[in-house]
């Protein structure tokens, strides 16, 4: 019998143990409106109760009273809760992962802090510590030093600075210019690795292809591309991931964000240029270039746009093409660089580009968005071929037609409409001075944009030191737009020096604009226009004749609805909430004192009258309602909950 005595006492204490437990983490979650852990709500409640015995000693034991029972369960619940809500203030719920997430983020600790000590030690060793504490120093030498550092970085940080390149809005003319020399050429990955990637994507290359070459025609840090034909008899290039760069990658992307934090928290120049949000759009970009099927895709929709035009783009095998194996139609030809160009009409070359790469732009929406030299290839035949579309550009209706309006106005040298198409191009700030905005432009079109000159460095140097002066901020389809741009000037330049873009873009604009106004699109556009309107014709008598008749019975009113956005309702009731809470707290705290402080009252037990009693209650239910507000007051606003600021 004892020892059935002795296992039920042994089972029931850690069974009370945890009923508590659980009643005390439902009561801070209905009190404080928080979701508080097991493991933490335990912690509490072992040190709560032991300080809550140590301030019950000097109270009368329950045996004497029954009274203050509920005084002593309100102590106990205000010390335990008060200890949760120190440790939300402190180390907010979810800062510490589970217990059974800790190996797993320790070795990530550790193979982070590996890479960061080599990145540390590369750009330390390339001289860049003081800009990376702050330091605001952007002479040519730190610029040189940047960007043999993110050579050496690899394949993450090659990628982040050609995609800094292209933001001349954000970063000095010195350090654009070295970062546009960034190269990711690498030496080849061993067969047998490359062999294993094809086996693990397509199974055994001998099977897939009737012929396979295993020396690579390009190497890069993503990938290396292989010549092969089909079993059908096509002869195909094949586009393999070196093995390992997504795990690497992954990696690096995560310091890029933690970098991206650090320097946007401790130098004026990380804030200024957004850099977290730079950051996060990189990851993205990178992410989607890892994924060859994105490449595939991209490729498809921008082939299928430039079905008509002189420039050829090679057909993919989509039945041969995975995550990490791109399948595509092999061009015969070589990089405009190195082909012989003296027998080719060079200035229709140079036209037919520009000409797909803006319809692509304008009429599309979807372009190759990195046209350097090394992508555009001379074919046997005499035309033009684009290569590697792993960085493709897209672009909604409406900025096109922006883009379309700007090319107008560049045409017909008319400030006032470029400053309005500019306008819609951009993300435009509450305050602006339009007309300075205006004259501005004019200044920039009288010094760029005139007969016989041509876009260059300093151009676009000056067109986003404008931008960044009136505090527009440019979209990043449309930086995309503009990157494109500049690099296929230097293209057009490599295929016919003195080619003049400015006029040729001109009368491309030009040509599309008289094509619109031919009279079978006015027809078109009028008939479009009217099938859109037809409803809402439809509607408008009724919708007058209801007007008129409340109108004449005087019945015309309005209503107006505040706060119909959920938001804004969410960020009242809250407030109202806590308003409430701090009233309530604040009554119950003095009807306690003076419950308190009154003599006379019906006695429950020695010297303890019913008024103290309740003063001891309400003042638990006064702390408890404060502890409430506090926590709501500390706690960390969700990112989708709108500020007091916040329209």
Known sequence: MDIVNFLVDWVSVPVTFLALIMGISLAARRILGLRVGLVRTALACLLGLSLTAGLLNGMPEPETTTALSTVQIGIALLVVISLLTLAEIIVPTGTIPPVTEWWRLLRNRIARGRRYSRISAIAFRHGLGPYLRGRERTDTRVARSLRQALEEGGVTFVKLGQVLSTRPDLLPAEVIDELTLLQDNVPAAPWASVRAVLVAELGPPEEVFAEFDETPIAAASVAQVHRARLKSGEEVVVKVQRPGVRRVAEGDLDIVGRLASTLHERTRWGR??????????????????????????????????????????????????????????????????????????????????????????????????????????????????????????????????????????????????????????????????????????????????????????????????????????????????????????????????????????????????????????????????????????????????????????????????????????????????????????????????????????PLVGPDISLFQVFGYNLLVISVLLGLRVVVTVFRPRDATQPSGHRA
Do not use: W
């Not at 078109?524 to 409803?535: A, D, G, I, K, Q």
């Not at 019975?553 to 909430?577: C, I, S, Y």
């Open 272 to 601: 200024a240029i957004g850099i977290k949000d730079l950051a996060t759009g990189f990851s993205g970009a990178l992410r989607e270039e890892l994924d060859f099927r994105v490449e595939a895709r991209n490729l498809a929709a921008v082939r299928a746009a430039s079905a008509d035009a002189d420039v050829v783009l090679p057909q993919v095998y989509e039945d041969h093409c995975t995550s990490r194996v791109l399948v595509m139609e092999r061009l015969d030809g070589r990089p405009i660089r190195s082909a012989p160009l003296e027998s080719a009409d060079r200035s229709a070359l140079a036209r037919s580009l520009l000409d797909v790469l803006l319809r692509q732009v304008l009429l599309n929406g979807v372009f190759h968005a990195d046209p350097h030299p090394g992508n555009i290839m001379l074919l046997g035949d005499g035309r033009l071929g684009m290569l590697d579309f792993g960085s493709v550009g897209r672009i909604d209706a409406q900025l096109r037609s922006a883009l379309g309006k700007l090319l107008l106005a560049v045409d017909r040298g008319d400030p006032a409409s470029l400053r309005d198409a500019l306008l819609e191009l951009v993300t435009r700030p509450d305050e602006i001075d339009e007309q300075q905005l205006e004259r501005a432009l004019g200044q920039f079109m009288a010094r760029h944009l005139n007969a016989g000159m041509r876009p260059d460095a300093a151009m676009f140097g000056d067109l986003f030191a404008l931008v960044y002066r009136y505090g527009l901020s440019i979209p990043p389809e449309i930086a995309a737009v503009f990157r494109a741009l500049a690099t296929v000037e230097g293209t057009l330049d490599a295929l016919s020096p003195g080619f003049d873009i400015i006029a040729e873009s001109r009368a491309f604009a030009e040509q599309q604009f008289s094509e619109r106004l031919t009279p079978e699109s006015l027809r078109r556009t009028v008939t479009e226009e009217l099938y859109s309107m037809l409803p809402m014709v439809k509607r408008l008598p009724r919708r007058l004749e209801r007007i008129s008749s409340a109108l004449e019975q005087g019945r015309l009113g309005m209503n107006l609805r505040l706060f119909a956005d959920e938001r804004d309702r969410h960020f009242v009731v809250t407030l109202l909430h806590q308003v409430m809470l701090t009233v309530l707290g604040a009554t119950a705290g003095v009807m306690a004192v003076l419950l308190l402080g009154a003599d006379g009252g």
